[in-house]
């Protein structure tokens, strides 16, 4: 099992397909199966190089359980320890909800010269408020809380009542793997994060975002875009959150479209 490792915490990834590199990082309490399990890697490695991350936290790399080891300038270098060891000196990067925050976050502050293009879903450049709200900590975390105290069967059953409907059991299978800990820790050093916002008229590099128009981040993500003067924003009609990650049918056809103009560019 391949690792990278960043200041002594290890970093797993795995790498399939052949082309042009394109780094894929997953969303908050997944893994690097959420591309397979939905279909993209069997869509895109016969284009690409595919390099697949566990976020740190998640997955079969290392799950420290202080925010302080999940800072942006650290996660940021997560990705550079990968690319570095496979000798990858610059490559496209397609992030989804935590995937497409690192990139804004992280990517584009400390990492931006190791990327050739962004693709960036169902994020937005604004700091984030991921791990709390106005009235205390965010629905989110609270799930996370529930997972600590009761347990992950508790926990899912907390996380399908936030999104409104049973998951299907590939999902429940990549929540049953998590440290619940350590993802408290990610989400409360996400609040931290600084934000993108005036970064973005200095944004140059190509730039793919999308969101489901029923997302409640889809303002944001659409609003990002339009001050970034290489952005492309893509809407996505009557999906949410959840389901703007699972109907490739409808978001892979702009991602390799954007992939393929940014590559004859």
Known sequence: MPYASNRST??????????????MMHGISSNIQMWRE????????????????????HGA?????????YRADLIAGDVVAVLDDLGV??????????????GFF????????????LILGGYGPYRSRMGQER????????????????????YIAERERIIGRPMPANWRARQRVNDFRALIAMIDAMVQWPSAEELLPRMTLPCLVYAGDRDNLYSGAKE??????????????????????????????HIKKFLAEVSKS
């Open 38 to 57: 939905n279909g993209y890697t069997e869509q895109l490695a016969g284009d690409y190089r595919l390099i697949l991350l566990d976020a740190r936290g």
């Open 135 to 154: 009235q205390g900590p965010s629905p989110l975390r609270r799930a996370f809380e529930v997972g600590v105290e009761k347990g992950v069967d508790a």
């Open 224 to 253: 990002g875009a339009s001050r970034m003067p290489n952005a492309t924003f893509v809407s996505l009609p009557g999906l949410d959150h959840q389901q703007a990650q699972e109907r490739i049918d409808l978001v892979l056809p």
């Open 106 to 117: 992280c990517l584009t502050r400390y990492a931006l010269a190791r990327f050739d293009s």
């Open 10 to 23: 290890r970093i797993h990834y795995e790498v399939e397909g052949r082309g042009p590199p394109l780094v």
């Open 61 to 69: 790399s290392d799950k420290p359980h202080s925010p302080g080891e």
């Open 89 to 102: 000196k610059k490559t496209h990067y397609l992030g989804y909800s935590m995937g497409a925050a690192i």
